[in-house]
């Protein structure tokens, strides 16, 4: 069976706010997915206002996977489509890179649990919705859920097998 898979190169948005807390002295978070990657570079400054700062993180390629076409079904059948965007510091040190951005609601969510330092989610722009969608569209073979019935137990057998038991090893 093979692998269907589409990406997609995407620029993706950051803000630094400081904050006044005595363990840490700014928060990152993600703010906004761009359609297309712009032709700035990594961590240029967009905008500052008062505390806050945007900058451009650099580009990021969303993989999409024929195996997950359910995942982004529901993820834009949610309404308000989201893109989940994980950062993490460099070497324990201040600087951050991109390290994932993924349309799958349930990748995201696991996400929360891998210990990035910066996770968020952005609303999902209508260009990368409708590229998924016709992914989906094509890709997505609907899975037949399958209840596995278990035997059940009756009075009539026996816990215990009767019959002569193998002494050394406890079995019959």
């Not at 206002?49 to 076409?69: D, H, K, N, V």
């Amino acid at each position: 069976m093979a692998i269907t898979e589409a990406s997609r190169e995407v620029g993706v948005v950051v803000r630094r706010r400081s904050v006044d807390n005595p363990w840490v002295d700014e928060v990152w978070s993600p703010t906004l997915i761009l359609d297309e990657v712009p032709a700035a570079a990594p961590w240029t400054v967009l905008s500052t206002e008062g505390e806050a700062t945007t900058y451009y993180a650099g580009a990021a390629s969303i993989e999409l996977f024929g195996a997950e076409t359910a995942n982004y079904r529901d993820n834009l059948a949610d309404g308000a489509p989201r893109i989940w965007i994980a950062l993490r510091r460099q070497d324990g040190g201040a600087e951050l890179e991109l390290t994932k951005v993924t349309a799958d609601p349930t990748e995201g969510e696991a996400m929360f649990e891998s210990g990035c330092d910066v996770l968020g989610t952005v609303p999902m722009p209508p260009g990368i919705a409708s590229w998924i969608a016709a992914f989906v569209d094509r890709f997505h073979v609907e899975r037949v859920f399958h209840k596995r019935r278990r035997d059940r137990a009756t009075g009539e057998r026996p816990r215990v097998p009767d019959g002569p038991r193998d002494e050394g090893t406890g079995r019959s």
